[in-house]
């Protein structure tokens, strides 16, 4: 037969069968005898007869497929949380499809479109940096499809949720770093129009108000928070007229690259520049002086968007009030911060 692909018409026709016959058979329907069954079985092996599993689960009006959408799969955080979503989807029944924006709104709305065409069941999503529109995902919730956002997420979707408490976040790398002996604080953020870098540059400034430590508007700097930025940025500070003396980085790899720049120049970390970074990534603990991180509990976070989203499936017509779920974050004190010796 070539590379024609076999259907189920195939199979009928070497039977002498009808397709109907066929269908029921392969989905062994009881009103089938055995050898009917078997005879099907044999032909279809021969034919290398591989079934639709997509248009027999339209039929029954669900595919039992999840689209998760992450910014980058070479993160730990995001490769975890997908871990601990399929460990618990998989066990219900249910396959992921997961696609990486890379940070680009135009990849994400790519995304979005092909998991709809493919008609699954629900949608887990953490937002790229560039996404400020919203229409994709209000396209979702048009649709009657569950939409279950964690880490980037914004408010105005009115959809679940499980993140961390940015601003508290802030609140505790600040206080550490004064803690340390710190004056003059750079921060580098993520793009301030999603919601959790605004909520962490909130609290980066109000911390400071709180030391009675100026805001100084040279000290915050927005990027993609990528190794390369983490590098330009670090030698961008190091020009300044009036260096910082601790970087809060709102990302390991951001920090990964500051670090590089500050060993290069000789500067020493933490006792000439203190560094903090944000998702307590593996190679955060190992790298030398190991950097001080946010732990942001990402096995918890999918944990609770996958039993989030098997809720909703579960009851598609119940009226079921908003999860908006918040974890307390934790900071992993490491020697890229730590001035002050304790006992």
């Known amino acids: 037969m070539g590379n024609k692909k076999t259907t189920i018409k195939d199979i009928a026709n070497v039977l002498g069968i009808t397709p109907s016959a066929v269908s029921k058979a392969l989905n062994n329907h ?3 005898s055995e050898k009917t069954k078997n005879a099907v079985i044999q032909v279809a092996q021969n034919l290398n ?31 975890s949380i997908i871990e601990k979503i399929e460990d618990i989807l998989n066990d219900k029944g249910y396959n992921v499809i997961i696609t990486q924006s890379n940070e680009s709104y135009k990849k994400e709305c790519a995304s979005i479109e092909a998991l709809l065409f493919t008609q699954v069941d629900g949608i887990i999503a953490s937002m790229a940096n560039e996404t400020v529109k919203l229409d994709f995902y209000n396209k979702v919730k048009k649709k009657g499809i569950p939409l279950i956002l964690f880490d980037r997420g914004e408010n105005d979707l009115n959809v679940d949720y499980v993140g961390i408490d940015d601003y508290q976040s802030s609140h505790m790398v600040i206080n550490h770093l004064v803690e340390q002996g710190c004056k003059r604080i750079a921060h580098i953020s993520g793009n301030s129009n999603a919601r959790i870098y605004k909520n962490r540059i909130r609290g980066y400034i109000d911390a400071l108000e709180q030391h009675n430590l100026p805001f100084k508007k040279e000290l915050l700097i927005e990027s993609n928070l990528r190794q390369k930025d983490g590098r330009k940025i670090m030698q961008q500070l190091l020009e300044l007229p009036e260096r910082p003396d601790a970087v809060y980085a709102s990302g390991d790899y951001v920090a990964l690259g500051a670090l590089e720049v500050l060993k290069q120049n000789n500067i020493k970390v933490p006792e000439d520049m203190a560094l903090v970074g944000f998702s307590n990534e593996p190679f955060s603990s190992i790298v030398t002086p190991a950097i001080t991180s946010i732990e942001q509990h990402s096995e918890k976070i999918g944990e609770l968007a996958a039993l989030t989203f098997l809720k909703r499936v579960a009851a598609p017509n119940e009226e079921v009030s908003l999860n908006k779920m918040i974890l307390t974050p934790e900071l992993i004190v490491r020697g890229s911060s730590l001035r002050v010796k304790t006992d």
């Open 30 to 32: 009881p009103r089938i």
């Open 49 to 79: 007869y591989q079934p639709n599993h997509i248009a027999s689960a339209l039929r029954k009006g669900k595919t039992n497929l999840v689209g998760v959408i992450i910014p980058r799969a070479s993160s730990n955080f995001f490769s």
